[in-house]
């Protein structure tokens, strides 16, 4: 596992949620837009994350005996992130089904879009939900930074 701190995790969100914005404008590349945008909330939240904990350097909390923070910064679970956050309940995730009859979630989205993972059949219109729930918590983010 590679070790970022607070201002890698700044500029990975400021970064990919540029980009998305960009792409969103176009129109262009739904996969990698989202993947842009599900990686740019990620960072913005760990951005958070360690600066509400007051840690600059992450590698103390990886060293540390604090499991739950460990745990949730080794994590790709948004909504542990945003509930440490403060913020459980505000955004509303949704469950996406693969044409595997897996379940997406908020840990495994970026997996979703990374792969380029079919979803089921009628999956598309809660797909979006979900997009636009991501774009509300970059924007969140934003307003923080």
């Not at 262009?28 to 840690?55: M, Q, T």
């Not at 997406?104 to 989205?109: D, G, H, L, R």
Request: charged share 35%; proline share 1%.
């Amino acid at each position: 596992m590679l070790i970022a701190d607070k201002r890698d995790y700044r500029k990975g969100y400021t970064k990919h949620y540029g980009l998305y914005k960009k792409l969103n404008d176009v129109n262009s590349d739904v996969i990698g837009r989202r993947l842009l945008l599900a990686y740019s909330v990620e960072c913005g939240l760990k951005y958070f994350l360690v600066d509400r904990w007051h840690e600059e350097n992450p590698k103390r909390i990886l060293e540390s005996e604090d499991n739950k923070k460990k745990e949730i910064l080794k994590s790709h679970n948004l909504e542990k992130m945003l509930k440490e956050l403060g913020q459980q309940g505000n955004f509303k995730f949704v469950q996406l089904k693969t044409v595997h009859r897996d379940s997406a979630s908020s840990e495994t989205y970026h997996q979703l879009y990374r792969y380029g993972i079919r979803l089921q059949e009628g999956e598309q219109g809660k797909e979006k939900k979900l997009e636009e729930t991501l774009n509300s918590i970059a924007c969140w983010i934003a307003e923080g930074m």
